[in-house]
């Protein structure tokens, strides 16, 4: 005989089953509503940070290039050796260069520029104004002189485009970087060829 508290019993149960089913209903949906919103949030987290990469300042791409590529140009004017008595001002500031001592360097070069050997000491000057963060001065006399002999002017035209890049100049150094490709005469010719597909 079925008794008013089997009833009660058998409909507590179905309500307990209906409720349960809302409430795992109600999970589902809220878990699916934070999972979308946790992916939007992702997505646009995601966009964001693609844009800020494509959109960042080309000086941060500059400066690495510049200090991947930039090294001074070798001392084949005056090699120092440890035997060598000779302390004429040019072995000192080649000594200084050597031993990276640019301040003292550059006083002693531009003390031995000659007739002779001005346009070899000027491209030196200019390396090592560079390496003193005279950007504009080494960029000056590069230009100054350029013209001045075919022997140095593959260097000439390398030291001048990263100048170029360093002052974020790319228009100008890539414009230089393609008149060196095209000298016979490239001491740098892989170096400008591959710096000149990373800035195209």
Do not use: C
């Not at 939007?40 to 290039?65: K, Y």
């Not at 100008?172 to 060196?180: G, N």
């Amino acid at each position: 005989m079925i008794t008013d508290d089997d009833i009660k019993i058998v409909v507590a149960h179905n309500e307990y089953e209906k409720g349960k089913k809302k409430l795992q209903q109600i999970e589902k949906k809220n878990h699916s509503f934070f999972s979308k919103k946790w992916l939007v949030a992702a997505s646009i987290i995601f966009i964001t940070s693609l844009f800020g990469w494509l959109l960042l300042p080309s000086e941060i791409h500059n400066d690495e290039l510049y200090a991947a590529y930039f090294k001074p140009y070798t001392n084949v004017i005056a090699p120092v050796s440890r035997s060598d008595k000779n302390k004429s001002i040019l072995k000192t500031a080649f000594k200084n260069y050597e031993n990276k001592k640019y301040v003292e360097a550059l006083e002693g070069l531009e003390k031995s520029i000659t007739k002779e050997n001005k346009t070899a000491l000027y491209l030196y000057i200019a390396v090592t104004n560079l390496k003193l963060e005279n950007t504009k001065n080494a960029i000056a006399i590069l230009e100054e002189n350029i013209e001045f002999s075919n022997t140095w002017k593959d260097k000439y035209l390398w030291y001048l485009s990263l100048a170029y890049l360093k002052e974020k100049k790319t228009e100008k150094a890539i414009k230089t970087l393609k008149i060196l490709s095209k000298q016979v005469a490239n001491f740098k010719k892989e170096e400008t060829l591959s710096l000149l597909k990373k800035l195209e």
